[in-house]
């Protein structure tokens, strides 16, 4: 899935199509970080809009977990984010 800017334009395949490859990435990275003695989080921040897809977050920290930075990244209010958790 090869593709560049070039002057400020996309030169390779649609945009919708490398959202999927982005977003299966993601999950396939989160699903690669060794659970046995770790705390990981996925979130979605919408930080890209009007087409940028690019909004997937991976936190992941060796126990024992900061129990503060985690609080924040799991009820930080917004709405629009998914999380998931595995502690």
Sequence with gaps: MAGRWKKNVWKGPPRTTTKSYFERWAQNLFLGIDDSNVTKIQKTVMVQHNGGYQNEFLFAERKP?????????????????????SA
Excluded: P, S, Y
């Design 65 to 85: 977990a900061t129990i503060a930075i985690w609080d924040v990244l799991q009820h930080d209010g917004r709405d629009e984010e998914e999380t998931k958790f």
